[in-house]
């Protein structure tokens, strides 16, 4: 089964950094796409930014300048380095990957990241 452990979430004053990072295991097959979705009180859950296999990066509009994913094929772990944070980033962040082969989605179970003073 497909585990994903996911880390890095906390509070931090606005205009300070995080680094969120998620590890997966479990898949024979390896994972085409790994992202961070996040979720704000009342709100749909939304992409942040993903990453392809090859190194192909998307963001959010809101996000582009301020936060960078990476990722670790090796290690099967993804990383969200999240600058100038605003309190409008609140909210919980969760890793997503797609599986290859069948493209079937795992989710993580959120890490909460709150910007506030």
């Known amino acids: 089964q497909v585990q994903l452990v996911e880390s890095g979430g906390g509070l931090v004053q606005p205009g300070g950094s995080l680094r969120l990072s998620c590890a997966a295991s479990g898949s024979p097959f390896g994972f085409a796409v790994m992202g961070w979705y996040r979720q704000a009180p009342g709100k749909e859950r939304d992409l942040v930014a993903d990453i392809t296999s090859g190194g192909s990066t998307n963001y959010a509009d809101s996000v582009k300048g301020r936060f960078t994913i990476v990722r670790d094929n090796g290690k099967n772990t993804v990383y969200l380095q999240m600058n100038s944070l605003k309190p409008e980033d609140t909210a919980v962040y969760y890793c997503?990957?797609?599986?290859?082969?069948?493209?079937?989605?795992?989710w993580g179970k959120g890490t909460l990241v709150t910007v506030s003073s």
């Open positions: 997503n990957v797609k599986e290859r082969l069948w493209g079937t989605n795992y």
